[in-house]
């Protein structure tokens, strides 16, 4: 089986620009978090979804970022306009139904100038 | 509330030596714990998690780890490093009782470095 799918895997852009990050869930995967990891932060939760539903999204940093799951298996994460400060790398993860485990996709690796 | 403390954020040994890499939890309901592991420009792995059964658990690549309740620790280890054990490390905990939240409260990672 295919693992966690996230696309693009880098992206440089300009400050104001609009940016969307792509996931693909493991089949039969109905969790799905959304992390972002810098340097000076670690490993940040941004927004978790249970079966399509957004439990928590207290880490989305401000109203510029949102989050979507237009389907069980695919989500989106947008950030309008984007700012430098936004420059960390993405990564989304899903679990099964039950399951504690995590499941990382490869990241995507995003650069606003 | 639950939380992680990675004790040291990078730490170096040398290839052959024994791997020590320190995790310290806070919480309020007995916890899941992991150890997840993350090569350079990669996602992270699970390594090992502990789902109050044996306290001693063993996970891949030779690493394993103790839950040990009176020091609320779940350190990992290894007996023997080798070089393809340079990485960063991050212990994680469960929010909520056995998992009922799937959400993980990480550590700020330790970066092991191997020596030849």
């Known amino acids: 089986d295919a693992g966690v799918i996230q696309s693009p895997r880098h992206e440089v852009t300009e400050m104001g620009q609009e940016v969307t990050l792509r996931c693909k869930l493991i089949?039969?995967?109905?969790?799905l978090f959304w992390y972002r990891q810098t340097m000076m932060r670690g490993l940040e939760l941004l927004i978790y979804?249970?079966?399509?539903?957004?439990?928590?999204d207290s880490g989305m940093p401000e109203d510029r970022f949102s989050a979507k799951m237009p389907n069980a298996s695919f989500s989106t994460l947008k950030i309008q306009p984007s700012e430098p400060r936004d420059s960390a790398v993405y990564f989304c993860?899903?679990?099964?139904?039950?399951?504690?485990?995590?499941?990382f996709g490869p990241g995507t690796r995003l650069l606003v100038l | 509330a639950q939380s992680v403390t990675q004790l040291g954020s990078h730490v170096s040994v040398s290839e052959g030596a024994l791997v020590l890499l320190r995790c310290n939890y806070s919480?309020?309901?007995?916890?899941?714990l992991f150890w997840y592991v993350q090569y350079p420009n990669q996602g992270l792995q699970l390594l090992l998690k502990?789902?109050?059964?044996?306290?001693l658990v063993k996970g891949i690549n030779g690493f394993e780890a103790e839950f040990k309740k009176s020091e609320t620790s779940f350190h990992l280890t290894k007996p023997s490093a080798h070089m393809s054990d340079a990485a960063e490390y991050f212990c994680?905990?469960?929010?909520?009782?056995?998992?009922?939240?799937?959400?993980?409260?990480f550590g700020k990672g330790t970066k092991l470095s191997v020596k030849p």
């Open positions: 979804f249970n079966n399509n539903v957004p439990i928590d």
């Open positions: 994680a905990v469960t929010l909520g009782v056995g998992g009922s939240q799937g959400n993980l409260i």
């Open positions: 089949s039969g995967h109905n969790s």
């Open positions: 502990y789902t109050s059964a044996a306290t």
């Open positions: 919480s309020s309901v007995p916890p899941y």
């Open positions: 993860a899903s679990s099964p139904t039950g399951q504690e485990t995590q499941y």
